[in-house]
């Protein structure tokens, strides 16, 4: 049975950094694509990041040049390094995990395995 689960959410002031973790269970991380997603209050989920097989990166457009995606310093798990963040960047932030192609490595279909995600606050 696969599992992720997230650590590293919290309360933030804005421009400053926060890392989340994704601890997956159930997979080999290196055989799969795993992303991060985002749903502020009130609006649609959102691409922020992938890490394709644990080498190939991708970025959502508003994130490019302050996260970074990569492997967690512990086996089976990836990180996502958060910096300079912004007040509109609360919301709940869900790793996933698939068999995404990288044609769909931005949709959020092609993830069949959902975190229970973890709350981030940026305050100004």
């Known amino acids: 049975q696969v599992q992720l689960v997230e650590s590293g959410g919290g309360s933030v002031q804005a421009g400053r950094s926060l890392r989340l973790s994704c601890a997956a269970s159930?997979?080999?991380?290196?055989?799969?694509?795993l992303a991060w997603f985002r749903q502020a209050p009130g609006k649609e989920r959102e691409f922020v990041a992938a890490l394709f097989r644990n080498t190939h990166k991708y970025y959502g457009d508003s994130v490019k040049g302050r996260f970074t995606s990569s492997r967690g310093g512990v086996r089976n798990t990836v990180d996502l390094q958060r910096d300079t963040l912004r007040t509109e960047e609360t919301a709940v932030y869900y790793c996933?995990?698939?068999?995404?192609?990288?044609?769909?490595?931005?949709?959020?279909?092609?993830?069949?395995?959902w975190g229970q995600g973890s709350q981030v606050t940026v305050s100004g």
């Open positions: 159930g997979i080999t991380v290196s055989n799969y694509a």
């Open positions: 996933v995990a698939g068999r995404a192609i990288l044609s769909s490595i931005r949709n959020i279909d092609a993830y069949a395995e």
